[in-house]
């Protein structure tokens, strides 16, 4: 356990790891997913984390040419971790202007999807999350989400906020864009209880 907080122990080191557990981000886009740390501490946690062998840098070709941060497999173990974290983390209270990344609502979803609250639903869910597209699968009482965006039975769109609202806080379908099966999609959103404390 020293060992591996010596490597991801410090402070953000594991939100760090959590946003890019979607796959690679830019820089810019990691500091945005995380405006509470300046980006003097992002780079420091960026060397950090690429010296101890959990993330790596990488260039894209063209017509991208820009430098990504990603995961590297070493730094992809850290999932079941992470996900463990947030899961008992999400029974503590919310702080008044706590918000969260696009990415930590899509691992919260991950986090407290209930098999038995889905029941024999069977679907696949498009978030359409302003710039961000995830594809959500529910079936046989499994649930799986990842970037990317294919055929839907139920395609909402809206913003990470009025997300967690719909999903977590009881706000009604009428605050997003709904496409498709309306009743499939509140039926999705009914999916994720909130943990009790």
Known sequence: MARALDAVGERWALLVVRELLLGPKRFRD????????????LSQRLRELEAAGVVRRRRLGPPASASVYELTEHGAELEAVVLALARWG?????????????????????????AERAGALSARVALRLGDDAFLARVDSGEFSIGRGSSEADATLETDASTLRSLVFLGARLDDAAVTGDRAVAERFLGCFPRPST
């Open 30 to 41: 990691l500091s945005r997913s995380l405006p509470g740390m300046s980006q003097n501490v």
């Open 90 to 114: 999400s029974r503590r209270p919310v702080p008044p202007a706590g918000e969260l990344s696009v990415d930590a609502l899509v691992l919260a979803l991950r986090t407290t999807f209930s």
